[in-house]
């Protein structure tokens, strides 16, 4: 449950980068009077670091490929050990 709450306040952090410099772009043409100007800055710049935050947060979500194999208790291991004693295909899916 913590690591929920931990994955939980960093989709919110990363929905924040995405909505402060919306924001404060939008301020910022208000007070210099270059309408689209600082908006369209602040609307990359926010997509640009949200999306960069959210990549990073499903890599560390998603397990390695290679951490497969070294995991004793993992059953595709199990599997392909099985299989290896079997002559059987790897490719081959079990039903």
Request: glycine share 8%; proline share 6%.
């Amino acid at each position: 449950m913590a690591r929920s709450f931990g994955v939980a306040s960093q989709v919110v952090s990363a929905a924040m980068e995405m909505v402060v410099p919306i924001l404060l772009g939008y301020w910022l043409d208000t007070m210099t009077a270059t309408t689209p100007l600082f908006l369209i800055i602040g609307t990359v710049t926010g997509l640009v670091t949200g999306i960069w935050h959210l990549v990073i947060l499903a890599g560390r979500l998603v397990p390695d490929p290679s951490d497969l194999d070294r995991n004793p208790g993992n059953k595709q291991r199990e599997q392909r050990q099985m299989q290896d004693e079997h002559g059987e295909d790897h490719d081959r899916r079990m039903p």
